[in-house]
């Protein structure tokens, strides 16, 4: 029932949108909700005040310029509702995801268990997630992609693919909130192959901010009563898949007629998710893990089988969500919306698991997350140079 439930939310959200209230004043700029994905309208259709045998079609797409603003009246005049929930749901499925995910791995047996069978199974969830948006009347039209496009997204898709992998393998290895803390680091790895790998200039304002970045990692590494160095060198080569994936992401948009090929960046993030989950299968054989055995365990322990299926869930909800509301958003919010996650997810993921917070490790990532956020918005600080 629960997992049904999470189908249900997942599948509200990507397949209709925030639906305004009769009374809401619609930005004519762009008419409509918009959903997570496809650029069909809404399968409930808002009638019109005044017109009740007209129908009127909310599109599902704002560009990033004409942003989508549904705006409530009286004391919510001014408030992008639609926008405001898209923060909601990411970071309550970020949240989810973490805890969910560290529950599964622990009753796997951690580390030591079938943490490449539950990354791998968790993009696999995802994938029949897409599948299904795909295949249902009205919820997301289809891509009409060519083959020369999949080949193009391969890089991409394995890049997401190491990052996830690696990820819960630290989680498997640590703490969530260590974990979390090392990840916060991916800008010193982004910054590195920008500059010597993709020859794009770093300014010095950001490569000044890494030491304070690190400094930070460091010192939240010192007191942490679940260190492992398997988790903070699984860390940072997510960390260092993350930074690829970006750079190879913005190579992949320029390619001429993609962004209309694909149609939403919901199908874009569908067809790499199921490209990830494709290229993650041999990893399990090269790790050494048995499906087999992990299934028998699944069938027996519903602790792996509720938190396998709803952390998949999560993951594809709160990653999608993710990409759509940073579209709709500055660097400058972006960057806060970034770094409040971070903090909500380290604190209360830690609270809920019983993980340590000893005041070094919470000025370490202090630190850290701060090094971040002032990475990211130093070049609008004092111009780059």
Known sequence: MKILSLVFCFSAVSAFGFMPNVNTNVNKAALGVGRFGGNKGPMVQHLKVGEPSSVTSLSAEASGEAALSVKGGGPLSGIDIPLLLYFVFWYVGNYYYNVTNKLALKAAGGSAGFPMVISSLQLGVGSLYALFLWLAPDARSKPSITMDDVVKMLPVAFCAMGAHSASVFALSSGSVSFGQIVKAAEPAFAAVLSQFVYGKKVSKAKWSCLPIIIGGVILASVKELDFAWSALISACIANLFAAFKGNENKKLMETPGLKDRLGSVGNQFAIVSILAFLMSLPLVLVKGESFGAFFELYKTNPTISFNLLASGL???????????????????????????????????????????????KLLGCAIGIGGVFLYSIIDQLVGSK
């Open 314 to 360: 999560w993951f594809y909800g709160y990653n999608e969500l993710a990409t759509m509301t940073l579209k709709k958003t500055g660097a400058v919010t972006q960057s806060v919306a970034n770094t409040a996650k971070r903090v909500i997810v380290i604190v209360g993921v830690a609270i809920v698991l019983g993980e340590s917070l000893d005041p070094m």
